[in-house]
């Protein structure tokens, strides 16, 4: 059995570059055992490595409340833009 398990897919990452820790001393980059906690499903403590491209869904999906708050707040401002334009021609 190969200690490079993904956590998430159980694939073997054989590469280091693949292969991220799960557990990282510093603060400043991407939490991933705070985000396999926040999942709605329990994730077994099988493996302290994650491979690149489930490293990558954790991130997206961490990264899904921002986005839809920064494009509610783009449609918001485009909206409100838009109508004062259509308000002002109507008056004319
Ligand atoms: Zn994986």
Redesign the pocket.
Known sequence: MSLFK?I??F?EIEKDSERFLIQNNKKTIFDVYVALANLEFHVYAASVY??R??HGLLKKRNNLPQNLEELQKSMRINYATSLALFSSRKIR
């Open positions: 993904c998430l897919c694939k994650i491979c491209q489930s």
